[in-house]
């Protein structure tokens, strides 16, 4: 018996998914196109998995619905975004619907230069969405800041602090937003959390244990070639998204790091800190324990394990919160072919509510719509929104969320002399 279940995300074969589907060819160097005032058209960069998994479904959804324009794709070969627009997911999902695909055509070499030709031909303040490996996320950011258009990246935004400020900086001088697509924001646990929290109805954070190992076969995605132990590690990739949820629900600012890190290969001989431990302090005295790994066992009941437990002080008593991220309270055992799955309702699912296609739900989806739309409104009412957007808090960016990246510089300096805290404050 095979053992899928419950996951974030998840690498995906698309050499498996080679059937014919509804794909936009264009030779023409032409620009990606808004569709009409307040429906900005959106790029993305990069055309791996987080792009399959979640951010185009999720950008179909809200083309289909009329408040995007025309979708673009650029990766750094043809057939990467060939093999992404035949992807069978998405075209059962999503019939009839297309992007644009850069390069256009297959070419001899690689074209890692290729977003700038195509961000340079935009309009200005449309959305380009930033999915390429961790440490490009900076110089793509600014390409498209400096074209004025938004930005939506996925975590971590960038890699050093100096570089968040000074993305923050470039966008609020343009009007521009900048979203970090910290989804788990947007599970409604995490908002039930930070509005009792801050309600007072925990009391104070004190100790906390918080992980997310991925399964081991990520080992085989393409994680092996930029993963590595001089880019990221195991804390910097995935365990960011517990430090930014501790901060989103309890407003408290992390003030030193320690990462404990197991070197380890890859099966293409590339060394990564595929096993990593973390310890943060607070500003409070607080301490969160993070572990992360590409090292949950394949044949276990869920594509990763994850969750995040956080006891807290009150006036005359302990509080608690608990969370199980990977085990939501289903059990499946599928007969063809056999497979024990506990799936996740909340991440991201496609459901049929009766057509065309089917409709992606869940978090992944309500986080890429909150942040197109906050674009919208910014657009349609002026950079006074992105005041609003900064204070408010829902929406991670670099103004708000900067402690991100002093955590992670902090980390890979710690995890380089293995395991020295790293104080900032
Ligand atoms: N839970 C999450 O929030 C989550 C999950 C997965 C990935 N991510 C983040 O998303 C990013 C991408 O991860 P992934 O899983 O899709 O990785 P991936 O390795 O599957 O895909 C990376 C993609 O970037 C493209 N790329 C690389 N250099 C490029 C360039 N110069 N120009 C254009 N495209 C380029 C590659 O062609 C590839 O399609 C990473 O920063 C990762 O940390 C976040």
Known sequence: MLYLGSEE????????????????????????????????????VGGGMIVH?????????????????????????????????????LSRAFPGQSFRMYPAVPAPARQPDLFRQVIGRMPPRQLVVVAVPDQLHHQVILEALRHDQHVCAVKPLVLEHRQAVEIASEAYSRGLLV????????????????????????????????????QWYYRNSNFQNWMTADHSDAFTYIGCHYVDLVHFITGLL???????????????????????????IWENGACLNVQNALGFPDAAPGTNTQGMTLYCQGAEGGGLIAHSDQYRGLKYCYTNPVVYAEPSPDYFQYVDLGGPGLTPVGYGYRSIEAIVAAAIRVN????????????????????NSSYNERVIEAARESIRNGGREVRWR
């Not at 698309?14 to 959106?42: I, M, T, W």
């Not at 349609?380 to 103004?399: F, H, K, S």
């Open 380 to 399: 349609l009412e002026g950079p006074t929104v992105l005041d609003e957007i900064d204070r408010t808090g829902i929406i991670a960016t670099p103004a």
């Open 179 to 214: 979203a970090v697509e910290y989804h788990k924001r947007f599970d409604d646990r995490s908002l039930m959390a930070r509005r009792a929290y801050r309600g007072g109805h925990f009391g104070e954070f004190r100790l906390g244990t918080a992980c997310l190992l991925e």
């Open 254 to 280: 992390p003030v030193s790091v320690s990462v404990y890190g197991i070197l380890d290969r890859f099966p293409n001989g590339n060394q990564g800190y595929l096993w990593t431990d973390a310890r943060v």
């Open 9 to 44: 995300w998840r690498p995906l074969d698309l050499r498996s998914n080679l059937v014919n589907g509804s794909v936009s060819v264009s030779d023409s160097p032409s620009e990606p196109r808004p569709s009409g005032s307040g429906q900005p058209a959106v790029l993305i």
């Open 53 to 89: 998994d979640q951010i185009l479904p999720s950008l179909y959804h809200l083309q289909r619905q009329g408040r995007i324009g025309e979708i673009s794709v650029c990766a750094t070969s043809h057939e990467t975004v060939r093999k992404l627009a035949e992807a069978e997911s």
